[in-house]
Protein backbone atom coordinates (compact mmCIF):
# COMPACT_ATOMS: atom_id res chain seq x y z
CA UNK A 1 0.00 0.00 0.00
CA UNK A 2 2.82 2.25 0.60
CA UNK A 3 2.32 5.88 0.30
CA UNK A 4 -1.26 5.48 -0.46
CA UNK A 5 -2.07 4.80 3.19
CA UNK A 6 -4.18 7.72 4.78
CA UNK A 7 -4.99 6.69 7.70
CA UNK A 8 -3.31 4.27 10.54
CA UNK A 9 -5.06 2.61 13.73
CA UNK A 10 -2.70 1.64 16.23
CA UNK A 11 -4.13 -0.90 19.04
CA UNK A 12 -1.43 -3.32 20.77
CA UNK A 13 -1.39 -6.82 22.15
CA UNK A 14 0.33 -8.04 25.51
CA UNK A 15 2.04 -11.38 25.63
CA UNK A 16 -1.25 -13.58 25.95
CA UNK A 17 -2.45 -11.86 22.61
CA UNK A 18 -5.42 -10.20 24.64
CA UNK A 19 -5.84 -6.42 23.36
CA UNK A 20 -4.52 -3.16 25.05
CA UNK A 21 -3.81 0.28 25.23
CA UNK A 22 -1.12 1.71 22.53
CA UNK A 23 1.97 1.36 24.84
CA UNK A 24 0.85 -1.27 27.03
CA UNK A 25 1.86 -4.16 25.31
CA UNK A 26 4.34 -6.07 23.37
CA UNK A 27 3.79 -3.67 19.47
CA UNK A 28 7.58 -2.04 18.75
CA UNK A 29 5.51 1.14 17.80
CA UNK A 30 9.29 2.86 16.79
CA UNK A 31 9.68 0.27 14.55
CA UNK A 32 5.82 0.44 12.99
CA UNK A 33 5.80 4.16 13.12
CA UNK A 34 9.34 4.52 11.24
CA UNK A 35 7.79 1.89 8.51
CA UNK A 36 5.25 4.18 8.07
CA UNK A 37 7.38 7.43 7.62
CA UNK A 38 9.93 5.44 5.27
CA UNK A 39 7.19 5.06 2.86
CA UNK A 40 6.00 9.10 3.00
CA UNK A 41 3.24 8.72 5.34
CA UNK A 42 1.48 11.77 5.81
CA UNK A 43 -1.55 10.83 7.40
CA UNK A 44 -3.78 10.41 10.49
CA UNK A 45 -2.75 8.13 13.04
CA UNK A 46 -6.20 6.92 15.33
CA UNK A 47 -5.97 5.07 18.71
CA UNK A 48 -8.32 2.44 18.22
CA UNK A 49 -8.88 1.13 21.50
CA UNK A 50 -11.78 -0.78 23.74
CA UNK A 51 -13.70 -0.56 26.75
CA UNK A 52 -11.92 -3.40 28.27
CA UNK A 53 -9.12 -2.00 27.48
CA UNK A 54 -9.00 0.91 30.57
CA UNK A 55 -10.59 1.59 33.07
CA UNK A 56 -10.36 5.65 33.43
CA UNK A 57 -9.77 8.08 30.67
CA UNK A 58 -6.48 9.17 32.28
CA UNK A 59 -5.53 5.91 30.56
CA UNK A 60 -6.01 7.24 27.19
CA UNK A 61 -4.50 10.50 27.74
CA UNK A 62 -1.13 8.49 28.77
CA UNK A 63 -1.23 6.17 25.65
CA UNK A 64 -2.00 9.09 23.39
CA UNK A 65 1.40 10.91 24.83
CA UNK A 66 3.25 7.37 24.49
CA UNK A 67 2.27 7.54 20.77
CA UNK A 68 3.00 11.49 20.34
CA UNK A 69 6.06 10.78 21.81
CA UNK A 70 7.33 7.77 20.24
CA UNK A 71 6.57 9.97 16.78
CA UNK A 72 8.26 12.59 17.48
CA UNK A 73 11.16 10.60 17.87
CA UNK A 74 10.85 9.00 14.74
CA UNK A 75 8.80 11.44 12.47
CA UNK A 76 10.82 14.60 13.69
Not at 2 to 27: F, Q
Not at 42 to 69: H, I, P, Q, W
Request: hydrophobic fraction near 40%; aromatic fraction near 10%; charged fraction near 30%.
Amino acid sequence: MGSDIVTAHLSDIDENGKMCLPGRGVTDFKDVLKRLCDVGFDGAVLLEVYKNDFTDFSELFDSLAFVEDTAKKVFG
